[in-house]
C-alpha cells in the first residue's frame, strides 16, 4: 500500500513578519496569538521577534511537529515560501 502524505505551504512575508499556511494567514506582527488587534505599541518587538526567527527557527519548530522540507522558493524582499511532507 503507498503510503499517504499531508502537504503544508508555508509563506513568509514582509520579512518573516506575517505567516501563511497553505493561503491562510496564521500569525502576523500586528495581531495576537488568536488574530486579534494587537495594540501598535507592541508591533516592534513582535515583528523583531518574527523575522529573528524566519531566519531558521521556524524551520525548526515545523520540523518538531513531525513535518519535513521538501521544497522553497526565495523571492525578493525576504519573502519565502517553503513545502512541508510528513506522513498521514
Known amino acids: 500500500m503507498a503510503e499517504k502524505w499531508q502537504y503544508l505551504t508555508v509563506e513568509l512575508s514582509n520579512k518573516g513578519r506575517i505567516v501563511y499556511e497553505n493561503g491562510i494567514l496564521v500569525s502576523g506582527h500586528t495581531k495576537k496569538s488568536n488574530l486579534s488587534k494587537l495594540p501598535k505599541d507592541g508591533w516592534n518587538q513582535k515583528g523583531k521577534e ?19 522540507l521538501v521544497s522553497t522558493k526565495f523571492r525578493e524582499e525576504n519573502e519565502n515560501t517553503y513545502i512541508f511532507k510528513k506522513k498521514s
Do not use: F, H, P, Q
Not at 524566519?54 to 518538531?64: E, M, Q, R, V
Open 50 to 68: 518574527m523575522m529573528l526567527a524566519s531566519k531558521g527557527t521556524i524551520l525548526n519548530d515545523y520540523g518538531a511537529k513531525g513535518w519535513e
